[in-house]
């Protein structure tokens, strides 16, 4: 399968010009500095994935916001001086939010021209500013789409999106991925983009059970559920039918290995099979595990899912660096921290 040259082994900065709870200039100034980038490019990585929410680069009239490019314009300047990619994923777009937090409709932007010429100029804006910058930078179309019934309304609107890319920055990278929260199972669904610099990508934290235990905005998740990794099938099935079958749907998938190396390689292979027929790349924008899982099950369960990206060319950004309950900076044991780096 084709590799995502220079986009192999990244992370996430997730938390800063997306999904703050503080969106002050001293917030925005403070919470990524230079110091991470030069450590992200310390760790041996190749990219950083930058989720970017519309609210900061745009106002709610669509018009520019200045002060918000300055952080992107910023973050690039850092990744050129320490020899890193970046890609700027659009997070959330006006009209549309994937997060289960936002408590609104999650199809209606796909079916809307005016929500969705909106969408079109933004990436126009973002395409003319950093389009010349196509041997550092790649753009990622929006972030988890979660309904899987929008998969052609979506496909239509990625498609339309890239061609209006194309007429500014016809040497970019794009990045685009399915339905239910990014689910590899909704690869297979993506359009043929016959376009030799788009990207295939999803989302991968299966079982959900056990990188999302005790997480609070997973609807029915008991605060206090803990889980090992690794733990039989059986295991996280039962645990699994609490949460919401779109949430926990790969679990359950029919022959199913146990939960292994193999798991994950059963898991992706319509994935990768999908991107070898179309001569795509594939990308996973987001693995990881919560900070509440025991730092053992983290090491077992990263070695896994890394040996399958590393087998099959699979690019990948771990989520999270710094924070939003998965940052990889945040746990205590500076060895183990180290050990998870290295897999990376």
Same mark, same amino acid.
């Given at each position: 399968?084709?590799?995502?040259?220079?986009?192999?082994?990244?992370?996430?900065?997730?938390?800063?010009?997306?999904?703050?709870?503080?969106?002050?200039?001293?917030?925005?100034?403070?919470?990524?500095?230079?110091?991470?980038?030069?450590?992200?490019?310390? /760790?041996?990585?190749?990219?950083?994935?930058?989720?970017?929410?519309?609210?900061?680069?745009?106002?709610?009239?669509?018009?520019?916001?200045?002060?918000?490019?300055?952080?992107?314009?910023?973050?690039?300047?850092?990744?050129?001086?320490?020899?890193?990619?970046?890609?700027?994923?659009?997070?959330?777009?006006?009209?549309?939010?994937?997060?289960?937090?936002?408590?609104?409709?999650?199809?209606?932007?796909?079916?809307?021209?005016?929500?969705?010429?909106?969408?079109?100029?933004?990436?126009?804006?973002?395409?003319?500013?950093?389009?010349?910058?196509?041997?550092?930078?790649?753009?990622?179309?929006?972030?988890?789409?979660?309904?899987?019934?929008?998969?052609?309304?979506?496909?239509?609107?990625?498609?339309?999106?890239?061609?209006?890319?194309?007429?500014?920055?016809?040497?970019?990278?794009?990045?685009?991925?399915?339905?239910?929260?990014?689910?590899?199972?909704?690869?297979?669904? /993506?359009?043929?983009?016959?376009?030799?610099?788009?990207?295939?990508?999803?989302?991968?934290?299966?079982? /959900?059970?056990?990188?999302?235990?005790?997480?609070?905005?997973?609807?029915?998740?008991?605060?206090?559920?803990?889980?090992?990794?690794?733990?039989?099938?059986?295991?996280?099935?039962?645990?699994?039918?609490?949460?919401?079958?779109?949430?926990?749907?790969?679990?359950?998938?029919?022959?199913?290995?146990?939960?292994?190396?193999?798991?994950?390689?059963?898991?992706?292979?319509?994935?990768?099979?999908?991107?070898?027929?179309?001569?795509?790349?594939?990308?996973?924008?987001?693995?990881?595990?919560?900070?509440?899982?025991?730092?053992?099950?983290?090491?077992?369960?990263?070695?896994?899912?890394?040996?399958?990206?590393?087998?099959?060319?699979?690019?990948?950004?771990?989520?999270?660096?710094?924070?939003?309950?998965?940052?990889?900076?945040?746990?205590?044991?500076?060895?183990?921290?180290?050990?998870?780096?290295?897999?990376?």
């Amino acid at each position: 399968m084709r590799k995502f040259d220079g986009y192999m082994h990244g992370i996430n900065l997730g938390g800063w010009l997306s999904q703050a709870n503080d969106t002050s200039p001293e917030y925005y100034n403070s919470f990524i500095t230079e110091k991470d980038i030069a450590y992200i490019a310390e /760790l041996g990585l190749d990219h950083v994935r930058l989720p970017v929410d519309y609210m900061v680069i745009e106002e709610e009239d669509g018009s520019v916001k200045e002060e918000g490019y300055a952080y992107i314009d910023k973050c690039i300047e850092w990744c050129e001086k320490y020899n890193l990619n970046i890609i700027i994923d659009i997070h959330k777009t006006f009209g549309y939010s994937f997060d289960p937090l936002d408590k609104t409709d999650k199809t209606v932007f796909f079916y809307d021209d005016k929500l969705k010429g909106r969408f079109y100029a933004l990436w126009r804006n973002i395409a003319a500013r950093y389009g010349d910058k196509y041997e550092r930078v790649a753009f990622e179309l929006l972030n988890e789409i979660v309904e899987p019934e929008v998969a052609e309304a979506w496909n239509k609107t990625a498609l339309e999106a890239i061609a209006e890319i194309r007429r500014i920055a016809p040497q970019s990278w794009i990045i685009f991925g399915g339905t239910m929260y990014n689910s590899v199972l909704s690869v297979p669904e /993506l359009a043929d983009p016959k376009d030799d610099r788009v990207v295939f990508t999803f989302h991968s934290y299966e079982p /959900l059970i056990f990188t999302h235990q005790g997480a609070y905005w997973v609807e029915n998740m008991p605060s206090d559920f803990r889980v090992k990794y690794p733990e039989s099938l059986e295991v996280y099935r039962e645990h699994s039918r609490m949460l919401s079958p779109q949430l926990v749907s790969g679990i359950y998938k029919e022959d199913l290995p146990e939960v292994s190396v193999e798991y994950f390689e059963f898991l992706f292979k319509n994935a990768i099979a999908a991107a070898e027929e179309k001569n795509v790349p594939l990308y996973c924008g987001e693995y990881g595990v919560i900070d509440l899982a025991d730092d053992i099950s983290k090491l077992n369960w990263t070695a896994d899912i890394c040996a399958v990206f590393d087998k099959y060319n699979i690019g990948r950004a771990y989520w999270n660096y710094k924070e939003k309950d998965f940052g990889i900076i945040n746990i205590e044991d500076e060895e183990v921290r180290k050990k998870i780096a290295k897999q990376l």
